[in-house]
């Protein structure tokens, strides 16, 4: 029935007087969608945390009444609504009460369900419908879901819950003809933007089987991966591997927001890469660039990495619980293995790049791992995948060589899928629609958890584009593809006089001679091993041999190069045993307040060039002349703090502990006996600006108030520091701001 009929069939009811006017307004406020209002549900949010519950069904309403009459200015009167509503249940077809109860049932979480998924899917998968598009995945869960709500807990005429769906939709509906163009757009990015100062991973365990959902949270300091971050990392997933509740890994990550304005129509579309998705491994925690880095540091950092990726490619390929990252920004090179090499399913954006040489556009990271022969795991497997690519359009073969010595090449969606460096392509604006789908289908245990994720992603996958590789295939496969040699490569590429092979030449003659044979070689060799551990160990021995030869250069003051090649591939079995069983429980327990990295304080930095632990008394008095920032372990113990975290010097942790303690009790803005005013809310703290005389007595209250002592009576007692001088806050530059906010 239309909104039109129904408002001819109301206004025909004696009991009913209200005006079409009413009745219109009266639909608009019942079919609102609040769900997917964000500032109606942000507000909402921010009044249940304050209250500590949830509002009842009365509170719910004036609020969404307040809301509908403020921000889309229409009235409603909830007395008259109520009623219109009564009138309206009581004349609905008695089925569309089970109707909405099948909606709002939680298949998620009734294991009975999740366990005869595999069944279902399989089913799916037997009849060809393995890659289904989102409305018809859509279609068979339903009728899945159905089924077993029919069966097991209430029965219900399926058909005419197609028919009630399919009219409740047309009456929602847009009359647009062009409403394609801007609905189902997705919900966004979800919990991207949720930046916490002193917790970088945060770890969300499923109900009662599922996937685990992990988040990390640093985009000020670009996500870069420091010890620490890593060992808290690989204790996130630890138990994955034991847990039969835990079927699957879902890992996203708040890569930041691009800064880039409304662009002019009439200029030229630039790419401009400003999300991190992981900045990179480094070697310990400061932002500020050091000149050499520890070999024992580096080393211990190195197994960190490869014990970590090795972790969740167990976890994956053994275990059978896939593990989801969804890229969506900027990887770097030392990084990427955790992105695109750890056996997951690969998911990746528009905005997700990687690179293997150097990018001018990308500014490199302070104190990144120096691993100059990073990413040849990755580099290996396209190497082998084009040599066996038999395909339609086959990736031409030398295809890593050509992405090893081709300088300032970003690796961007299409190409990162023609090179099977990923398995899914999506848009960022589903995000949210992702995830949401992924943790529907979670549940279904192993081995079917892959499966069923899988075809979840399929139904969310987008064209990417065209790859720039199919465009340069020929030439790659002229250059790079027979050549025993990089001699050969560049004599190939001396034939085109174009700008692009010049490009080449003059990269690969800026590297030094023995780094480049040994980098050309070693991607051979990489193609051939099959295993990410083969392939790592691989990596490290020629990292740490290359590093030792340097070294020896600068000690004998020669300058020639080894044609030797063979010594660096000789193993380092002592170093490469122990590879991918780094410790990390003692590690932490022995580092729990050591490692604190400054990257942190990298945007403090900017305005005032000063170390916030520098800045802090108490830890400046203890640092002495040793030049040494962390937190020593003589630190006050602060509740809820962690201060082996990176970011817990983001700024004062025991201030920012005891905020909630010390908000001054706000005056009651409007009397309780001030008059009612109709149309008025009094609870509503804006109503009394609306009022001179109330808004007069407010600002006299708040000049006249005591003002708050500058250093809580409760502050930890910090050796030579006098709190009882009003000075003492000014030398600490969180008491002061304190002092002035």
């Known amino acids: ?40 549900q942000a507000g909402l949010k921010t009044i249940t945390e304050t209250q500590g519950g949830t509002p009842s069904f009365s509170e719910l309403l004036k609020m969404r009444q307040y809301y509908f009459s403020t921000r889309l200015g229409s009235s409603i009167n909830l007395d008259e609504y109520l009623a219109w509503r009564r009138h309206l249940e009581a004349s609905e077809d008695p089925n569309e009460a089970i109707f909405k109860r099948f909606d709002e049932y939680d298949f998620d979480n009734d294991t009975r369900f999740q366990q005869g998924l595999p069944s279902i899917i399989g089913q799916l998968m037997k009849d060809g419908k393995g890659t289904l598009d989102k409305a018809a995945l859509q279609k068979e869960m339903t009728k899945a879901k159905a089924f077993y709500y029919a069966r097991f807990i209430e029965l ?24 394609h163009l801007w609905q189902n757009q997705g919900k966004g990015s979800g919990n991207d ?55 699957s890994i879902f890992w996203t990550v708040n890569a930041g927001t691009s800064s880039r304005t409304q662009r002019d129509p009439e200029a030229e579309i630039v790419s401009k890469d400003e999300k991190w998705f992981y900045g990179g491994v480094v070697v310990g925690g400061s932002s500020k660039p050091s000149a050499s880095q520890d070999a024992v540091k580096t080393k211990e950092v190195l197994r960190q990495y490869y014990t970590l990726v090795d972790q969740l490619s167990d976890i994956s390929s053994k275990h059978q619980k896939p593990i989801v990252a969804i890229v969506d ?16 399913l690969r998911t990746i954006t528009e905005n997700a790049t990687l690179a293997f040489t150097p990018v001018d556009s990308i500014e490199p990271t302070p104190n990144e791992i120096v691993n100059p022969f990073a990413g040849l795991y990755l580099l290996g497997r396209v190497q082998a995948k084009a040599n066996s690519d038999t395909g339609a359009r086959p990736l031409p073969k030398g295809v890593g060589h050509y992405l090893a010595f081709c ?11 023609k090179l099977g460096l990923a398995d899914f392509f999506v848009s960022s604006s589903k995000k949210q629609d992702i995830q949401e789908a992924i943790l529907s289908v979670a549940g279904c245990p ?81 193609s051939e091993l099959s295993t990410f551990q083969d392939c790592a160990r691989l990596e490290y021995r020629l990292s740490q041999r290359y590093k030792d030869y340097l070294s020896s250069l600068s000690e004998s003051n020669q300058t020639g190069a080894d044609d030797n090649l063979e010594k660096f591939f000789e193993p380092l079995e002592e170093d490469e045993a122990e590879l991918f069983t780094f410790p990390f429980a003692e590690w932490i327990k022995e ?26 008394p108490y830890l400046a008095s203890k640092d002495g002349n040793s030049g040494s920032s962390t937190v020593p372990n003589g630190h006050p113990n602060i509740p809820g703090v962690d201060f082996s975290d990176p970011e817990a010097v983001k700024s004062c942790p025991f201030l920012s502990s005891k905020k909630p303690q010390e908000t001054a009790t706000q005056p009651e803005a409007v009397p309780s006996d001030h ?62 701001s304190k002092g002035t906010q």
């Open 1 to 40: 029935m239309t909104v039109a009929a129904e408002t001819e069939k109301y206004l025909e009811q004696p009991t009913l007087p209200f005006s079409s006017t009413q009745l219109a307004a009266f639909h608009r406020f019942h079919a609102y969608k609040w769900d997917d209002d964000d500032q109606f």
């Open 156 to 179: 219900f005429d399926f058909p005419a819950y197609l028919t009630w769906k399919d009219m409740e939709k047309s009456q929602a509906g847009p009359v647009c003809p062009f409403a």
């Open 193 to 247: 933007l949720a930046e916490d100062a002193q917790t970088f991973l945060t770890a969300t365990r499923p109900v009662s089987s599922g996937a685990l959902q992990l988040h990390l949270h640093s985009p000020a300091t670009k996500n870069v991966l420091t010890p620490t971050r890593l060992a808290k990392m690989s204790q996130a997933v630890a138990s994955v591997s034991e847990e039969s509740a835990i079927t």
């Open 329 to 344: 920004g900027i990887v770097s090179l030392s990084a990427a293995y955790l992105a695109y090499g750890s056996g997951a």
């Open 407 to 417: 300088p300032n090449y970003i690796l961007r969606g299409p190409d990162l899928r």
């Open 446 to 526: 192993p081995p079917h958890t892959t499966q069923a994720v899988s075809m979840a992603l399929n139904a969310e996958v987008v064209y990417p584009g065209p790859a720039k590789i199919d465009v340069w295939r020929d030439e790659i496969k002229e250059c790079f593809g027979d050549s025993n040699s990089l001699k050969e490569i560049v004599t190939n590429l001396e034939k085109y006089d174009k700008p692009w092979s010049k490009s080449i030449r003059d990269y690969i003659a800026s590297l030094e001679p023995v780094f480049a044979k040994l980098l050309f070689e070693a991607i051979n060799r990489a």
């Open 591 to 616: 580092h729990h307040h050591d490692d604190v990295d400054e990257f942190s304080a990298q945007t403090t930095s900017e305005k005032g060039d000063q170390d916030p632990t520098k800045a802090c």
């Open 675 to 736: 008059p009612k005013i109709p149309g008025v809310d009094l609870s509503d703290p804006e109503a009394a600006k609306a009022c001179p005389f109330l808004s007069a007595k407010m600002k006299k209250e708040q000049e006249t108030a005591p003002k708050t002592a500058s250093v809580p009576a409760d502050h930890p007692a910090i050796p030579g520091v006098d709190f009882s001088n009003p000075d003492a806050a000014k030398q600490c530059p969180f008491l002061a």
